[in-house]
T-cell receptor, first 116, second 112 residues
């Protein structure tokens, strides 16, 4: 089954404790991206990657890191989480091509993160 | 800068009726994609419909259709014969190259 998986689905942590949210896709998509969703703000792009070893900042990259060592995986790293990073996080992947490059996004199930 | 505006935070519609969700956007590009995504209470993001900017014909997917006005930078979603399962948050999104911009969403309630 074609899918994007994220782990963990729920996480409660404390300020300053490093954490990683994993994301993996089995569709051989070039493009992967992380978003955070907050009430009243919609989805905001954190980081994205057009291919292996290529990553770029989205609109809200502060406090986050990513890596793309393999095509299928795109982990999100919070080196020192803070309460304002409490949010719902989505990973997404997409094929690349056509006039506008990034096509339909396939989303993971989301990770609910709470930082105390 | 690219922006996407959904001016209706919440809407309600009677079951079996038709409802239109509005979306306006701003971009200096001529080639781009526009999307509507649905997010039901399960939180899963589901693609509803897609429109390529170079196509003049409005996209249609069963009960869902769009009114794409490129000059006005407007991209509204019409849901016909509304069903209880249509209750969700709906997001409009703009793709161009490697950037994706989402609107803040419209929560749609279906009244039985």
């Amino acid at each position: 089954e074609a899918q994007v998986t994220q782990n963990p689905r729920y996480l409660i942590t404390v300020t300053g404790k490093k954490l990683t949210v994993t994301c993996s896709q089995n569709m051989n998509h070039e493009y992967m991206s992380w978003y955070r969703q907050d009430p009243g703000l919609g989805l905001r792009q954190i980081y994205y990657s057009m291919n292996v070893e290529v990553t770029d900042k989205g609109d809200v990259p502060e406090g986050y890191k990513v890596s793309r060592k393999e095509k299928r995986n795109f982990p999100l790293i919070l080196e020192s989480p803070s309460p304002n990073q409490t949010s719902l996080y989505f990973c997404a992947s997409s094929p690349v091509g056509g006039l506008a490059y990034v096509n339909e996004q396939f989303f993971g199930p989301g990770t609910r993160l709470t930082v105390l | 800068a690219q922006t996407v505006t959904q001016s209706q935070p919440e809407m309600s519609v009677q079951e079996a009726e038709t409802v239109t969700l509005s979306c306006t956007y701003d971009t200096s590009e001529s080639d781009y994609y526009l999307f509507w995504y649905k997010q039901p209470p399960s939180r899963q993001m589901i693609l509803v419909i897609r429109q390529e900017a170079y196509k003049q014909q409005n996209a249609t997917e069963n009960r869902f259709s769009v009114n794409f006005q490129k000059a006005a930078k407007s991209f509204s979603l019409k849901i016909s014969d509304s069903q209880l399962g249509d209750a969700a948050m709906y997001f409009c999104a703009l793709n161009r190259d490697d950037k994706i911009i989402f609107g803040k969403g419209t929560r749609l309630h279906i009244l039985p």
